[in-house]
């Protein structure tokens, strides 16, 4: 697990976990003839202590020749729910459903009949999603009376096994309320007492509770009381999702949460007026209350870029994998960098280019991560692929040929290493 430092700071935890993963230790590599960032000349890139060094290479480094691949940073997913998935199993006939309050039961009904425990789905997902170049995720595990902890106990199994690849952070989700479903505010009490979770979150206090104040006070108030952050998904738009937005920006600034509060999804801020956007954001900005989106279609999809010019972090995510709620996604985030580039316009190689950061340096500062940009010092994450450049890279999601975390390669050709 990761610590619990402010999501706005460097988290070492990433390192420390590298440093000792209870098989050898990280050796000093040289990854020979790479091009970063889609160079016309390659180099090499030269790594020390699992970070990007500079200058020779030190005596008896092992040698990876990258054959004239591109070097790209690995990826952050800032939004992702591996406890639900049915990655890698029969597939599931979805049913009709028109609410939340429906499509959760349906995931009961999935966690009811999956021979395959959380901890073995939540980790085939999360490997895949390793070989694919991601280097660190926040997860969210549901926890309700449905389940009890067996999500939260799952992807802590999940995460234990890759812990030398992936850095994950995790979220208590009350993805069937906090108020309406009896027994879960004593669940999300167990949940961060025990240690097991980075964050407590809540959902659409307005629409799908029906009790705003109780629910973020609860939340709010276990945060403050058990050192955690705090994690909501807020769907509404317009009347319903603004005055949620306003009263989680009053109680951050209330009990000194400041960096350590997110808002997943924030429908309702696509349909703002330029004015309006930078009065909101402003004060986003100055709790630096970070927000993530997973671009679902072009209304919904955060303004990322206008966003980010008034100071907000925003983070990408994968959301849902073949759950109930869905048969679609894949825990790819390069993919997920297109998806956005599509529903967003993209078109010029800068806008291609903002995509592709997005999911790369947006999840690390939403995580408090170190920006893995290659540069030295950076944290030695980053993917190798074939291709003529970054841009055409965000378009034609080539293969990972090799996922280095750490200064250690941990995927090839598709595969675990």
């Not at 993209?346 to 500062?365: H, S």
């Not at 995580?367 to 055409?392: C, K, N, T, W």
């Not at 293969?399 to 280095?404: C, E, I, Q």
């Amino acid at each position: 697990m990761t610590s619990r430092t402010s999501p706005a700071e460097p988290s070492t935890a990433s390192t420390s976990a590298r440093a000792d993963t209870g098989t050898r230790p990280v050796r000093d590599v040289v990854f020979r003839n790479v091009r970063p960032f889609g160079a016309r000349r390659p180099v090499d890139l030269v790594v020390v202590d699992g970070r990007i060094g500079e200058g020779a290479a030190p005596a008896g480094a092992d040698v990876i020749d990258g054959e004239g691949r591109i070097a790209l940073p690995s990826f952050v997913d800032a939004h992702i729910h591996p406890d639900k998935t049915t990655w890698g199993g029969e597939w599931v006939s979805r049913k009709p459903a028109g609410s939340i309050a429906e499509l959760a039961e349906q995931d009961a009904e999935l966690f009811r009949s999956q021979r395959r425990p959380v901890g073995e789905r939540a980790y085939g997902l999360m490997a895949h999603a390793v070989t694919r170049g991601t280097r660190a995720m926040r997860a969210h595990a549901d926890v309700a009376p449905a389940y009890g902890l067996a999500c939260v106990e799952g992807l802590a199994e999940a995460r234990e096994r890759l812990k030398h690849a992936l850095d994950v952070q995790t979220v208590a989700f009350p993805q069937h309320g906090v108020i309406r479903a009896p027994g879960t505010e004593d669940l999300l009490k167990e949940a961060v007492r025990s240690g097991a979770v980075d964050f407590i979150g809540g959902i659409d206090p307005i629409s799908f509770d029906n009790a705003m104040d109780e629910q973020l006070d609860l939340v709010f108030g276990l945060a403050d009381r058990y050192g955690v952050g705090v994690d909501i998904h807020l769907h509404d738009r317009g009347d319903k999702g603004m005055p949620v937005l306003r009263s989680i920006i009053d109680r951050t600034r209330a009990l000194s949460l400041r960096g350590r509060v997110t808002v997943s999804h924030v429908f309702c801020l696509p349909f703002l007026s330029d004015s309006e956007l930078a009065g909101i954001a402003k004060d986003l900005a100055d709790l630096d209350i970070s927000l993530t989106t997973v671009a679902p279609s072009a209304s919904l999809v955060l303004p990322v870029a206008k966003l980010r010019e008034h100071g907000v972090r925003v983070g990408l995510g994968s959301d849902g994998v073949r759950d109930s709620w869905s048969p679609f996604g894949n825990a790819d985030m390069l993919h997920r960098a297109h998806i956005l580039g599509w529903v967003t316009g993209a078109r010029l190689d800068q806008e291609l280019t903002d995509c592709f950061e997005a999911g790369a340096y947006g999840g690390a500062e939403v995580m408090g991560l170190d920006r893995a940009d290659l540069r030295p010092g950076s944290p030695a994450d980053f993917i190798l692929v074939r291709g003529e450049g970054l841009p055409q890279v965000v378009v034609d999601m080539p293969t990972r040929d090799l996922v280095v975390h750490g200064g250690r390669v941990v995927a090839r050709d598709g595969k675990l290493v």
